[in-house]
């Protein structure tokens, strides 16, 4: 744990790195983005829509001028779409040959229970079944990058804490289920619907379940790379309470009164992910840090014990697996590639 990182002082040089960054256009991504940049990476961020990825670019050129324009770039993503999460993979590997650092930052939080394309839970799509695929198409250029002498390579994916607060004592998971991207919470009293809806104006459950499900596939991940003998580390990261437009936009006015006089920026948010990314102490100490949760600033903390239950976790591997799977045969695409 270091409690007083600052990436702009303490990040190492990151001249000759690529780093994909999700949701890079605004709040924790953005500032994220601009720290990478300012360190002399190569950084792709992504956004669903092109003109608000031309105006990011922009916005980062201009507050950055001393910044090379050429290594700032932006692809396409819409998580909740296979087509466009291997499409926007194939342009990747088209402009690079490798991936040094992938940070899954994007997320979704919201009202709604409509299912993605009629098939998957929006939180479970974009939070989780999103980013699996991503990081499976992606993993090809993140093992390239293991073959320089100076390798350093890793993926961190953004939970957060609601995994663990936020949701009831007596909650039980149903990764295991088969039905766990489609319908991840089965049993729902109108209790825990008013407290998140009402408090938070999101599904605060649905969230949190789904920010369970990015814990989860950070540890079977790193699992499966240590097996393999990959050098390659994994973690989660809460970057805490955070002040975005995201944050602002989707809560009540009480909510974005605490907001604004309680939670941190996005500057100070992007910490622990830039630390979880690129801190020289964590490949130092890697058995510290692989497949582990970290929350500010860099402190490896217990995730909620659902970590523990091997059928959850297994469960939830696999079903996401076979989904993937059907929805790719479905679309015409090439199905997972082996971990």
């Known amino acids: 744990m270091d409690n007083h990182w600052d990436p702009l002082t303490d990040m190492p040089d990151l001249r000759g790195r690529v780093i994909v960054v999700t949701g890079g256009s605004s709040g924790v991504g953005f500032a994220t983005v601009s720290l990478f940049m300012r360190r002399g990476a190569k950084v792709y961020f992504t956004t669903r829509d092109e003109l608000k990825a031309r105006k990011t670019k922009e916005l980062l050129r201009n507050m950055h001028p001393e910044v090379d324009s050429d290594n700032i770039d932006w692809l396409i993503l819409d998580?909740?779409?296979?087509?466009?999460?291997?499409?926007?993979?194939?342009?990747?590997?088209?402009?690079?040959?490798?991936?040094?650092?992938l940070i899954n930052?994007?997320?979704?939080?919201?009202?709604?229970?409509?299912?993605?394309?009629?098939r998957w839970e929006v939180h479970m799509a974009a939070n989780h079944a999103g980013p699996f695929l991503l990081a499976n198409r992606l993993l090809p250029l993140l093992t390239n990058a293991l073959k320089a002498k100076d390798a350093?390579?890793?993926?961190i994916n953004l939970s957060s804490l609601a995994h663990?607060?936020?949701?009831?004592r007596a909650f039980k998971f149903h990764f295991d289920s088969a039905t766990c991207l489609?319908?991840?919470?089965?049993?729902y009293p109108w209790q825990w619907r008013f407290f998140g809806r009402f408090m938070f104006g999101f599904d605060m459950i649905r969230y949190a379940v789904s920010k369970a499900a990015v814990v989860l596939f950070t540890k079977e991940l790193q699992r499966r790379l240590d097996e393999q003998?990959?050098?390659l580390i994994t973690i989660a990261v809460?970057?805490?309470?955070?002040?975005?437009?995201g944050v602002m936009a989707i809560n009540n006015a009480f909510i974005r009164t605490v907001a604004r006089f309680s939670f941190i920026t996005a500057e100070q948010g992007a910490a622990t992910p830039t630390f979880a990314a690129t801190a020289k102490q964590v490949r130092q100490n890697a058995e510290q840090y692989r497949g582990r949760f970290?929350?500010?600033?860099?402190?490896?903390?217990?995730?909620?014990?659902?970590?523990?239950d091997d059928r959850q976790v297994e469960g939830l591997w696999d079903n996401t697996t076979v989904e993937i799977n059907k929805r790719l045969i479905i679309d015409n695409l090439p199905p997972l590639a082996p971990w």
Do not use: F, W
Not at 105 to 118: C, P
């Open 105 to 118: 930052n994007a997320a979704a939080s919201t009202a709604s229970t409509e299912l993605v394309a009629g």
């Open 152 to 155: 350093d390579v890793r993926i």
């Open 164 to 168: 663990v607060s936020m949701l009831p």
């Open 238 to 245: 809460h970057p805490g309470e955070v002040a975005t437009e």
């Open 294 to 308: 970290l929350v500010p600033v860099g402190k490896v903390e217990v995730p909620n014990t659902v970590v523990e």
């Open 229 to 231: 003998n990959i050098p």
């Open 182 to 187: 489609s319908d991840p919470v089965p049993s």
């Open 79 to 101: 998580l909740c779409d296979l087509k466009s999460i291997d499409a926007a993979a194939a342009e990747l590997k088209r402009r690079e040959r490798k991936v040094d650092i």
